[in-house]
């Protein structure tokens, strides 16, 4: 059975645990061996999860746990998985959340190398800044 994941901007780590069904020390480790599970951080240093990136903790966690994958082999077969959920769901704004992802898919555009091992586009420096504005945002509206 899926989880149903509510429609919003970020998540704190535990709603994605709970989410996910695992502990926060697993979706800490599944962040060091899966480079496309870079959750920004807010000023205060906690992690928010964008809604893609609780699509790939439930993506990993199913191909782990609920297929037996290795985690190299579940490294290897994300891009795949997460390619053909994108042309299963085109036109949808979730699709064009791939090549930020994966810019391997996204041959278009030049790419830089990122400190966590993948490639950054401009979209994907953009995506981070972005992300870290809304979660500065969220935080404040949490103070008021």
Partial sequence: MKPKVTKRLYYKIGEVCRLAEVESHVLRYWETEFPMLAPAKNRSGQRIYREHDVEIVLLIKRLLYGEGFTIAGA??????ELKRQ?????GEETAGTIAPIFPEL?????AAHGAAGREL?????????????EGLLTLLDGTM
């Fill in 106 to 110: 996204n041959t278009s555009t030049p």
């Fill in 121 to 133: 586009t401009v979209e994907d420096k953009l995506m981070d800044v972005r992300a870290e504005l």
């Fill in 86 to 90: 994108g042309e299963a769901i085109e």
């Fill in 75 to 80: 490294r290897k077969r994300i891009p795949e």
